[in-house]
């Protein structure tokens, strides 16, 4: 097996560099997402124009911009194996969202908010604020990062504005609720690649006009088991 080629991570071409191959990201995939051309960072000799700086940090939220102009602190604001968790939630917090029915993964959230109102279902104390929804996990597509069980704390973004590319997305589509990593797709703007972490499940391609929202994990909590 051959080695990966070094990356010399002392300019901000090498640092973009590193930063793709974390994301899992080829220079044709970052040039559309861009809007630039797919040899644009092969050919870089300085550093990124303010414009293209801009929009690539409204693309990439997590990208830790002082690391990648300037080389201080690491690449990530929040590391790529750190989801946010919460072993524990205060049980006086004031804060309650509605728990989705689990029954909703044969369908979809756009359905299930249609036709179940908020005050039917049941409300639980959320580690944090600013979030929709909670949706647990069904299933081991997304381990070892999430596990069967565990509750996630959803937000819903603008995914007409942009998708913040790489991340783990709660994604509503016409065919029911998938947890999965979302990039782009080689087969145009018109479609999504959606990535399980368990290497025993392939991609999937989901065209864009099928789905009805992408959610954001914003945090998540364990499940605890007692014998």
């Not at 359905?111 to 929709?132: A, Q, Y």
């Not at 989901?206 to 499940?223: A, C, E, H, N, W």
């Amino acid at each position: 097996m051959s080695k990966m080629a070094k990356i010399d991570t002392s300019t901000v071409k090498g640092r973009l560099l590193m930063f793709l191959r974390e994301k899992r990201l080829s220079q044709s995939e970052f040039g559309r997402i861009l809007g630039v051309a797919p040899t644009y960072v092969g050919a870089m000799r300085k550093s990124l124009s303010a414009d293209k700086v801009n929009r690539l940090m409204r693309a990439f939220p997590d990208l830790n911009r002082d690391w990648l102009l300037y080389g201080e602190g690491e690449m990530l604001k929040i590391p790529k194996d750190e989801v946010p968790e919460t072993e524990e939630v205060e049980s006086n917090s004031e804060y309650e969202v509605p728990l989705l029915p689990v029954s909703a993964y044969a369908g979809n959230i756009q359905g299930w908010s249609e036709s179940v109102m908020p005050r039917d279902c049941e409300m639980i104390h959320s580690p944090v604020r600013d979030v929709d929804l909670a949706i647990r996990i069904a299933g081991d597509s997304m381990e070892p990062k999430f596990h069967d069980g565990m509750t996630l704390y959803i937000k819903r973004i603008n995914e007409k504005s942009f998708i913040p590319w790489g991340n783990p997305m709660v994604i509503d589509s016409e065919n029911g609720v998938l947890v999965k990593e979302v990039y782009p797709s080689d087969q145009g703007e018109e479609y999504i690649e959606a990535r399980s972490l368990n290497p025993k499940y392939p991609p999937l391609t989901i065209p864009t006009s099928s789905i009805y929202g992408l959610y954001r994990v914003i945090s998540v909590v364990k499940l605890y088991t007692t014998y």
